[in-house]
C-alpha cells in the first residue's frame, strides 16, 4: 500500500485546513488509517482514526475541532481541521494498518504551520 498525503500549509490561528490521505495497492477488508502528527521536539502522535468499519477516535486535544472521514471510491482517508492553533503545527502523517496482512504503512508526511 502506497499513502500520498496533501493539504499541509502555513494558516493562521483559528483557521482550517484539510488534510488528505490517498491509498493505492491492495488494500483488503479491515484495516485502520490514522493520522498522527510530529511537533518540534516532540513524539508523533496519534491524532485521530478511522477504521474500515467507520468508527472513530480523536486525541482528547483535537475533540471537537478535527473530524476524520473516509470516500472508500476514492480510497482517501481526510482529517479537516478547524479552529486551528500554535500547537497543532508539525508534520502530519497517514498511517494505513492492514490487519489482513499484519501489516503497517506511513505516508511521507505534510507539513502543517500554524501562526499566532
Known amino acids: 500500500v502506497q499513502l500520498v498525503e496533501s493539504g499541509g500549509d502555513l494558516v493562521q490561528s483559528g483557521g482550517s485546513l484539510r488534510l488528505s490521505c490517498a491509498a493505492s495497492g491492495s488494500i483488503f477488508a479491515r484495516y485502520t488509517v490514522g493520522w498522527y502528527r510530529q511537533s518540534p521536539g516532540k513524539q508523533r502522535e496519534l491524532v485521530a482514526k478511522?477504521?474500515?468499519?467507520?468508527?472513530?477516535g480523536y486525541a482528547e486535544a483535537v475533540k471537537g475541532r478535527f473530524t476524520i472521514s473516509s470516500d472508500k471510491s476514492k480510497n482517501t482517508v481526510y482529517l479537516q481541521m478547524n479552529n486551528l492553533k500554535p500547537e497543532d503545527t508539525g508534520v502530519y502523517f497517514c498511517?494505513?494498518?492492514?490487519?489482513?496482512?499484519?501489516?503497517?504503512?506511513w505516508g511521507q508526511g505534510t507539513k502543517v504551520t500554524v501562526s499566532s
Open positions: 478511522i477504521s474500515s468499519s467507520d468508527s472513530t
Open positions: 498511517n494505513f494498518v492492514d490487519y489482513f496482512r499484519n501489516r503497517e504503512f
